[in-house]
């Protein structure tokens, strides 16, 4: 098995971002959730499986009856949909943050009224 330049800077990206993402956790960053870590674990993982063993998509889409030629288009459309799902919890956990800060601010205001 001859492992090419693509498959190294895929699997050196997969590692860093793994790396980064664990780091993040472990520091306790606010945007930083278990399941965003899980997430993001489960996916690079793959990626990084992937991209050291091309074979076994090949494999897989033959049993799944998709043939070789669909290997690429697979693999792009997996990573591009989940970095766009990564994305989209990541504002979704902003826009939390930013409306909590909202409500405790209006509350301590009400509050500060009633005295």
């Known amino acids: 098995m001859k492992i090419t330049l693509i498959q190294i800077g895929l699997a050196l990206i997969s590692l860093f971002i ?25 996916v690079w993982t793959v990626v990084l499986i ?35 799902i990564f994305k989209i919890i990541s504002i979704i956990e902003e826009l939390e943050r930013h409306i909590t800060k909202i409500v405790r601010q209006e509350a301590l205001k009400n509050i500060k009224k009633r005295r």
């Open 18 to 42: 793994i790396g980064d993402r664990i780091q993040r956790y472990l520091r306790r960053e606010i945007s930083q959730s278990i399941f965003k870590l899980i997430s993001f674990l489960t």
């Open 50 to 84: 992937i991209s050291l063993f091309p074979t076994t998509v090949y494999y897989i889409s033959r049993k799944l009856g998709f043939g070789e030629t669909l290997n690429p288009l697979i693999f792009a459309g997996f990573i591009i949909v989940f970095l766009l």
